[in-house]
């Protein structure tokens, strides 16, 4: 079966800071990674995906994540958070034939100091 | 185009009662999915359903719960009989046919007293 691990359970920066979130997931085969961010009372919205092809993927409000598929890994990076960026982040992956299965990690709250 | 509606967004039920989680895809969505979140936990995948067609259930615990997405109206997640266990948040999503991508609801916090 597979999982995902995200390293960190809460992360504090000051607005400006450099940001980085660790997501490692445990499954062989081929996979499909996403992260996916809640802000406070709001539903879980999509902040990028990876099917495919460049390993480093934009998403949305400048995140991007880079796939490394030998470390497993999918790291969700961000240059210069902002306050409206505190929220809880959560990565998640499916796979092969049950591609709609979602395996989430138990997410990382991230809280951004004005 | 009106995301995935879930209601109600909190539900408090007493022991042995009945919870009933109500689910509205996203319009041309035809696939729902359910995960429930405990305390502390990441989202846990249920059941993923399509119209009148239960798909894959491999996440629903064996007794108590069911699910349905009939030809008209939502989806329902239903708990018979709740224990405190069942507190939980339950997240609903959808998706159009063939798409990885799933949408999510804003999810219902149940809480069994």
């Known amino acids: 079966a597979q999982s995902v691990s995200q390293h960190n359970h809460h992360v504090i920066l000051s607005e400006a800071a450099s940001l980085e979130l660790g997501c490692n997931y445990s499954y062989g085969g081929t996979v499909n990674l996403f992260w996916y961010v809640q802000y406070p009372g709001q539903h879980l919205q999509l902040l990028l995906k990876y099917f495919s092809g460049d390993p480093l993927v934009k998403g949305i409000k400048g995140f991007e994540a880079e796939f490394i598929k030998s470390k497993f890994s999918f790291n969700l990076r961000k240059p210069s958070v902002q306050w409206s960026d505190t929220a809880e982040y959560f990565c998640?992956?499916?796979?092969?034939?049950?591609?709609?299965?979602?395996?989430f990690g138990k997410g990382t709250l991230l809280t951004v100091n004005p | 185009n009106a995301g995935v509606m879930q209601n109600p967004r909190h539900l408090v039920r007493r022991r042995g009662q009945e919870a009933r989680l109500r689910c509205s895809p996203m319009k041309g969505h035809s696939h729902v999915y359910w995960y429930r979140q405990l305390p502390e936990e990441g989202l846990k995948f249920m059941v993923y359903?399509?119209?009148?067609?239960?798909?894959?259930e491999s996440g629903m615990p064996k007794e108590r719960f069911s699910a349905e997405f009939p030809k008209e109206g939502p989806s329902i997640l239903r708990i018979q009989q709740v224990v405190r266990g069942d507190s939980a948040a339950y997240f609903c999503a959808s998706s159009p046919y063939g798409a990885n991508e799933q949408f999510f609801g804003p999810g219902t916090r149940l809480t069994v007293l």
């Open positions: 998640a992956v499916n796979s092969g034939g049950s591609n709609y299965k979602l395996t």
């Open positions: 359903l399509q119209k009148e067609n239960i798909i894959d």
